[in-house]
């Protein structure tokens, strides 16, 4: 079965930085990606990236986080620099599988706060 196993969550002062990594198993994987989801908020996309290394993110965090994969280990990481209060929030990896399924981690939490 799928399994997603997300790390680098925690607690960081407001211009820090963070990296968070998912590593997959159990399939082959299209798109990975990060969701996060802050009190009281929807969950949001955060960036994605496909098989082929085509990536986006939301303007939210454009030039301060980036999104990359390693297809050989099933990886995907979001390097997140100068991290802002409103950063703060459960951040989930979330993945797509050439048989047509999605899947999403149990969530990392991020907290930026001085």
């Known amino acids: 079965q799928v399994q997603l196993v997300e790390s680098g969550g925690g607690l960081v002062q407001p211009g820090g930085s963070l990296r968070l990594s998912c590593a997959a198993s159990?399939?082959?994987?299209?798109?990975m990606g990060w969701y996060r989801q802050a009190p009281g908020k929807e969950r949001e996309l955060v960036a994605h990236?496909?098989?082929?290394?085509?990536?986006n993110s939301a303007d939210s965090v454009k030039g301060r986080f980036s999104i990359s994969r390693d297809n050989a280990k099933n990886t995907v990481y979001l390097q997140m620099n100068n991290l802002k209060p409103e950063d703060t929030a459960v951040y989930y990896c979330t993945v797509d599988t050439s048989l047509g399924g999605g899947y999403w981690g149990r969530g990392t939490q991020v907290t930026v706060s001085s």
């Open positions: 990236i496909t098989s082929g290394g085509s990536a």
């Open positions: 159990g399939s082959i994987f299209t798109s």
